[in-house]
């Protein structure tokens, strides 16, 4: 009888242990925000009439700038690097625009030629080859780049608040979905080891593909024109193509003004929802910047968003974190 | 100590019970399609060289014809329900192409017109509206329609086999996606009751969404303008733009050669991988039908495929089901 009864208390321990009231935001300083969402979170997850079913638990977190540093964007900073060594193919690139001032990084250029000139160089930079030729391509970026200001490989460079709250949305039965501008490849290549987000749910930028045959196997041909620009009012509209539903919680930051639209699309939900904005205050552990319109913290404040400022409610921001669950 | 023995005795019996070899697909007859399924999962499930990641358990569907009759296709139904009240109020349409071709049923003048036609028609009837109002009117559909052959609601009318091989890769770890040629929200509306998929694994057809604010609130707004018809070389792109891989599992149907890219997708995959094709020819429990070109079959018949014959493979077709799993 005894194995019987070591084995029972051994499930009876680990329910027990279950219960334990361990807080799942260390990196969170105590504080009205860290109060929300927690409060949030437990008003949606406990049975009662605000309680929401698992099925429709969805959450969606930019990528740039919420998970982990945009400056610079690491999809930028990979667009580089390709367009170098197209440059160093077919040197006429460095006298054509936009490939000259993409290449010089004029910055000025690229701001007054706008979107179509950007699209030009992330087809350019990111098509005309296979998913999978793509895949490994990205993957060796992933290997080899490091992050100039932190000094270490960009899949290292996750917020560690943020990865606490991914992980304390699963264990209340959410779905953790990234809706990145980034290329949708781009981020799944990373997804799962950096941030325990399976492949199928992230939503990113893509290009028009195309399929052919290649030695009598099917590949899928990236075109060099740009299919979807998951950014502003592309984010709800690609969430709704891949979830089929409004988010009841949604992340975004401050920087491009580009979540503010998937913010109003999950709090246009009916019923509960949260929406958080992460605001760059922090430039000695991380950096400091604005948007010159404000648009964001504008709208924050009118549709009463939940910001987090990194200075004071992260007492850690990046550092070395084990494998995501 | 009673009580724990009995308790312990529950979870021991729950356990056994899991183990029985219960026939997963009493609907199908045994032979050499069934024989040929059950031996694949069991190969990619159980510990060897061939077992592949619970992660990489991936099945696509096509929905017309595969999961559910496509004769007349529910779609088609609908849209031609749609331009039937467009023209109600707009009696001008009865005279303007391809809107006259469309509501006389006149398939000659619809197939010289092709798909430029069929896009525009796609667009006028499931555009122009937002999509939680596009919602509610696909909802009413399903409550009302029926299908003209089997006198019953659409949503009765899924393939018994078809219902019992999604509940059996789901329990064997599967990912059961949807991937069909009808519009995504018209599919997701009912993919859960219907089929045990949830909204976020449906692949479908979609117009060009847009963001706008209504009343202050952030609506999606169904642009007139197909963005993609989820059809042949579109459906593995759409597949990896959704999934991010290939399937390990693909199952199309013999009609109109729509799934022979995604077969074709699936069967690329590095290591095991399993195609299925239904074919049509229970005139008397469904329908008889081929194609002029004969191009699925004859892509079946090219790379190995498993075709699956209605009248001789399935003991059931269309009945009511329990509840998926």
Known sequence: MWPIVVALAAIVGAAHAECQRVDPLPSWNDGLVKQQIVAFVTRVTTPGPDCVDTADRVATFDNDGTLWPERPTAIVVYIHERLLAMAAKDPSLKTRQPYKAALANDLAYLAHAGPA???????????????????DDVAAFYRTATQPKFGVPYAQTAYRPMLELLQYLRAQGF?????????????????????????????????????????????????????????????????????GRRPLFAAGNVGGGGDIAMLEYSQGRPGPSFQLLVNHDDAVREFAYQERDSASLTAARAHRWTVVSMKSDWNRIIEPSPAPR
Chains 1, 2 share one sequence.
């Not at 000139?117 to 999978?132: I, K, M, P």
């Open 117 to 135: 000139a950007v699209a030009t160089l992330y087809g350019a930079a990111l098509g005309n080859e296979t998913e999978e030729h793509y895949a």
């Open 175 to 243: 779905q953790t979905w990234i809706c990145s501008g980034g290329d949708v490849a781009f981020m799944r290549a990373v997804s799962q080891t950096m941030y325990g987000v399976r492949p199928e749910l992230v939503i990113g930028s893509s290009l028009a593909d195309t399929a052919r045959l290649e030695n009598g196997r099917l590949v899928l041909w990236r075109k060099p024109a740009l299919s979807s620009f998951n950014d502003k009012g592309a984010k709800p509209v690609n969430i709704a193509l891949h979830i």
